[in-house]
């Protein structure tokens, strides 16, 4: 199974160009304490090169968040598997990302190492950003150029103010029908599942968040869209929506997340870096997990008290004290 998620990841990088750049330095979550790892040198090589070991080592084990530029192809789960086989080369670790891109979305995938996996919480259900581009005319059963056409509308009606008249609808706290395809869970079962074996169940509306959202290009039948939007929004579904509103249908044909959180497309590892633990961990970054609250732990005296602590006095007899 390892060596299927390897060979998936290298016909993605095989079929895709990944461009590296250097990582921004301007994001809210500090380096590691250790400082990264270390650039003096002693002359020894062999004492050099056990020195860097150790050093990734120290920094893989004190864990840390960092982000890959996920290219379209391999799905989210397969670049957590192919990650993870490289790093625990070098150490027994746990590994996770925060927020799932579709295989054909491409951009910021945000994964935590060992204790770094605390810290996913806040990039799962936090900011992010993406592009898009949808295709008026036609749509799909999965909201992407990747499912099956359900239905053809014309949409030479649409012109660009009709769009950015509609845009307003989709600003602030809305509510959204999530797909069939997607990962949300109905009855415990996967919406996905469901709907590969023919299934359209009823889903409820979810209220969801989009703090700007920009029409960047006009150019039937393809516009493009910016949207910069809270957790559990699904942009597929937002472009769906919106070709609806000006009266016609239509499905994203590409879909980039340019930012989670603090993380921008400039902070990330291509995928091929990812795959190297070294470059990891000089990539690795820490930032504020929320204490647990303590246990209370009450003896049955404490209890009593407390409760007798809480309750009014008895009131005195009617017929006044014996």
Do not use: W
Not at 134 to 155: I, K, N, P, S, W
Not at 200 to 226: G, K, S, Y
């Amino acid at each position: 199974m390892r060596a299927l998620r390897i060979i998936v990841l290298q016909k993605a990088m095989a079929r895709y160009r990944i461009f590296h750049v250097k990582v921004s330095r301007n994001v809210s979550c500090g380096a590691l304490a250790s400082g990264g790892m270390k650039d003096d040198l002693s002359g020894d090589p062999e004492a050099d090169e056990a020195e860097r070991r150790d050093a990734v080592a120290a920094a893989l084990a004190n864990g840390g968040v960092f982000a890959v530029d996920k290219p379209a192809g391999p799905t989210s789960a397969d670049v957590v598997a192919g990650v993870l086989e490289a790093v625990t080369k070098k150490l027994k670790v746990k590994l996770g990302h925060g927020g799932t891109l579709d295989p054909f979305a491409t951009g910021v995938l945000v994964l935590g190492l060992g204790h770094g996996t605390r810290m996913l919480q806040k990039f799962l259900h936090g900011g992010k950003e993406y592009v898009a581009t949808v295709q008026m005319g036609t749509e799909t059963d999965t909201q992407d150029y990747t499912g099956h056409a359900l239905r053809r509308c014309r949409f030479d009606h649409v012109r660009r103010e009709v769009l950015e008249e509609a845009l307003p609808g989709f600003r602030g706290t809305i509510s959204q029908v999530p797909p069939m395809f997607s990962a949300l869970k109905v009855n415990g079962q996967r919406l996905y599942k469901l709907a590969m074996e023919g299934q359209d169940v009823p889903r409820p509306a979810r209220e969801v968040q989009v703090d700007e959202l920009e029409l960047l290009e006009f150019q039937p039948p393809h516009f493009t869209l910016r949207v910069r939007c809270g957790g559990g929004l699904y942009v597929r579904t937002l472009g769906h929506d919106l070709a609806q509103a000006v009266g016609t249908v239509g499905h994203v044909t590409s879909l980039r997340r340019i930012a989670v959180g603090e993380f921008r497309e400039a902070g990330c590892l291509t995928l091929e870096e990812a795959l190297d633990p070294q470059k990891i961990a000089t990539r690795l970054r820490r930032c504020s997990v929320p204490k647990r609250p303590k246990k209370r732990l009450l003896s049955a005296t404490s209890v009593n008290r407390d409760a007798e602590a809480r309750e009014p006095p008895p009131l005195p007899p009617l017929n006044g004290p014996p």
